[in-house]
C-alpha cells in the first residue's frame, strides 16, 4: 500500500509537471499581458514614466475622435477584398484541379506570393502604382488610358491596396479550396452525372458546400488578418495616405502609442479594435451553426 501511495503520488507529481507548462505560458504570455493591457488603457502614460490613472477618459476620448473612427471605416472598406479574394481562390482551384498542361507549375507560381517577404510585396506594388513610371499605368496606356497617381489618389489609394492584398492572398485560399475539392468523393459527381445534372448544377450541389467548412475558416482568419493590416499602409503610404484616406486602425494605434507616445489612449483602441474583431468572429461562428443546422 505504501509503495503504491509513493507511486500514485509520483504520478500527480509528473502530471502537474507536464500541465504546469501551458498554465504557466498561458499566464505568462496571455493573461498577464491582457491584463496589463486593459489596466494600461485606463491610465495616462508614454510608456517609461509613471503611469496616471485617469478611469474610462481615454475611452470616452475615443468614441469622439474623429480619426478613430475614419481608420476604422478604412479597415471595413479593406474587407471588400475578402469575399472577391475568396471567388478568385475558389474558381483557380477549380481551374488548377483539372488535367492542364504545366499545372503543378502554375500552382506553385499562384503561392509565391504567399512566401514572399510582405514588406518587399509591399515595395513592389508601391513602385508598380507610380503615377510617373508604374507598370500599372504604363499598361493602361498602352490601351489609352491614362491612369492616376494611385498611392496619391483619394479615391483610388484604397482600392489599390485592396488589389494587392487580394493578390498576396489567392494562392494561400486556392491551395486550401484545391485540398477540400479534392476530398469531395467522386461518387457524388457520378450520381449526379446520371441524373442529368450540369457543370452548375454540380458546383453548386455538390462542390460549394462541401468546402463550405474552407469557406468559414478563411472567412474567420480574413476578418482576423484584415483588421489587423499595418505593414502595407506603413511601407505603402507612409502617412496614412491623401487625406488619411488609407491609414487602418492598428496604423492610428501605431501612431497614438509609439509616435506621439500616448501608450494608455493607444491601448484602449486595441482593446475596442480586439472587441470588435471578437464580436464579429462569434456572429460568424453563429451564423455557420444556424446555416449548417438548416442543411443537415
Not at 21 to 44: D, E, H, I, K, W
Not at 98 to 122: D, H, K, Q
Not at 154 to 175: D, E, H, N, R
Request: charged letters at 10%; zero cysteines.
Amino acid at each position: 500500500m505504501a509503495q503504491a501511495s509513493r507511486l500514485h503520488r509520483a504520478e500527480h507529481r509528473w502530471a502537474l509537471a507536464f500541465v504546469a507548462a501551458p498554465v504557466l505560458g498561458f499566464l505568462f504570455f496571455t493573461a498577464y499581458p491582457v491584463g496589463f493591457a486593459l489596466y494600461t488603457s485606463l491610465t495616462r502614460w508614454n510608456g517609461l514614466g509613471r503611469m496616471q490613472f485617469v478611469g474610462l477618459d481615454n475611452y470616452v476620448r475615443l468614441f469622439g475622435d474623429q480619426y478613430f473612427w475614419q481608420t476604422l471605416g478604412n479597415t471595413v472598406f479593406y474587407m471588400i477584398g475578402i469575399p472577391v479574394g475568396l471567388a478568385l481562390s475558389l474558381l483557380l482551384a477549380i481551374g488548377m484541379n483539372r488535367a492542364i498542361p504545366l499545372r503543378s507549375v502554375l500552382r506553385t507560381v499562384y503561392y509565391i506570393p504567399v512566401i514572399s517577404s510582405l514588406a518587399a510585396i509591399a515595395i513592389l506594388w508601391q513602385w508598380a502604382y507610380n503615377g510617373d513610371f508604374g507598370l500599372v499605368n504604363q499598361a493602361l496606356s498602352l490601351v489609352g488610358i491614362e491612369g492616376p497617381n494611385w498611392l496619391a489618389d483619394t479615391t483610388w489609394a484604397k482600392p489599390a491596396i485592396v488589389v494587392m492584398m487580394i493578390w498576396k492572398g489567392l494562392g494561400y485560399s486556392m491551395i486550401l479550396y484545391l485540398a477540400a475539392i479534392q476530398s469531395v468523393p467522386r461518387s457524388l459527381y457520378e450520381a449526379a452525372e446520371l441524373d442529368g445534372a450540369g457543370a452548375w448544377q454540380k458546383f453548386w450541389t455538390i462542390t460549394f458546400p462541401m468546402v463550405r467548412p474552407v469557406t468559414f475558416f478563411l472567412v474567420v482568419t480574413n476578418i482576423i488578418g484584415g483588421s489587423q493590416i499595418f505593414t502595407e499602409i506603413n511601407i505603402m503610404t507612409p502617412t496614412g495616405g491623401p487625406e488619411y484616406a488609407t491609414a487602418s486602425s492598428v496604423f492610428q494605434i501605431w501612431r497614438q502609442a509609439f509616435k506621439y507616445q500616448d501608450m494608455g489612449y493607444g491601448t484602449a483602441m486595441a482593446i475596442m479594435l480586439g472587441v470588435l474583431i471578437l464580436v464579429i468572429t462569434l456572429v460568424q461562428f453563429q451564423l455557420n451553426r444556424r446555416n449548417s443546422f438548416v442543411i443537415d
